[in-house]
């Protein structure tokens, strides 16, 4: 079987989508239809379903992506190290949420680039769970950090640590409310503050109130920023109540830059996950920083 017939199917398959392998591959669409047409017919049996949006594979194609992915990502691995011995040159691309690439991942794996680490160049790249576990799958990254475990036999998920929620505001705001009207009246009384959010939906907001209170927010976001760092200056800054990881806003609680308007009995918790396109943890620079991830992970719980 054709090793360039099979790798233009593993990106197919990783892609979902004709046209987004061919531009991975650089290659024409004809083209990429044309191997994946030509593979159909070796094997005997369709490989994708055709949709108005992208392709679909069939069982035989995920089996198929799923024996042949990870020797193809080997094979790949050998052609790019050149068979060097120095691994300096290997390069690890890293995705996740850019508050904890930066606050947690990051300075983890700086240990691993100097002269005295593991000798690999390291590159981040920020994006939702949904856009980093998309370029995984397509390649563009070695690790990502995702609060979504992916489905399939592709991608590879290890539970990392869970952060805890903790809801937040100026001083400011926590005396206008007042010390116990959160516990006689109920989030009712947090209707008068405004929210601070890293989007429209208000994602942790909403996923606090229906952890504790058992309720959807009511009030919409009055500011909403895609950063939480950004949310912990807003917030800080008197522009309202916002939900935090506890590792975020430490900082700000020692200093009483912003206090807690409530503390329920259990916090609401969200799990990181760290995934890896399945059978690259062969590779040396990829298994060394997953397994020093996991080791300084657990300092973070």
Not at 37 to 52: I, N, S
Request: aromatic content about 4%; proline content about 7%.
């Amino acid at each position: 079987m054709d090793l360039a017939l099979l790798r233009t199917f593993v990106t197919v398959h990783r892609a979902g989508s004709f046209t987004r392998a061919a531009a991975l591959l650089g290659l024409s669409q004809p083209a990429v239809t044309s191997q994946i047409r030509t593979l159909e017919r070796q094997l005997g049996r369709p490989l994708f379903l055709r949709q108005a949006r992208g392709v679909t594979p069939t069982t035989i194609g995920d089996e198929l992506a799923h024996k042949a992915a990870p020797h193809l990502d080997a094979l790949v691995e050998i052609a790019e190290s050149g068979l060097e011995e120095d691994s300096s040159l290997r390069t690890l691309h890293l995705a996740g949420p850019p508050e904890f690439i930066a606050e947690r991942a990051l300075p983890a794996l700086t240990e691993l680039t100097g002269e005295n680490g593991q000798g690999f160049a390291l590159r981040a790249s920020f994006g939702t769970a949904e856009e980093s576990l998309e370029g995984l799958a397509a390649g563009h990254h070695d690790l990502a950090i995702s609060t979504v475990r992916p489905r399939g036999a592709l991608l590879s998920a290890t539970a990392l640590c869970d952060e805890e929620h903790v809801l937040v505001a100026s001083p400011h705001w926590a005396e206008r409310i007042g010390p116990d009207a959160l516990r006689h009246h109920g989030p009712s009384v947090l209707e008068q503050v405004p929210v601070v959010e890293v989007h429209e939906s208000l994602p942790l907001v909403a996923r606090y109130w229906a952890s504790v209170f058992d309720s959807r927010p009511v009030a919409p976001g009055t500011v909403v920023v895609p950063d939480l760092r950004a949310v912990l200056a807003c917030a800080t800054a008197g522009a309202g109540l916002a939900v935090l990881p506890r590792y975020l806003c430490a900082g700000a609680l020692e200093r009483g830059d912003v206090v807690p308007l409530h503390e329920p009995a259990v916090s609401p918790l969200r799990t990181y996950f760290l995934v890896v396109r399945t059978g690259t943890l062969a590779m040396p620079h990829i298994a060394r920083a997953h397994e020093w991830l996991e080791q300084a992970a657990a300092d973070w719980c």
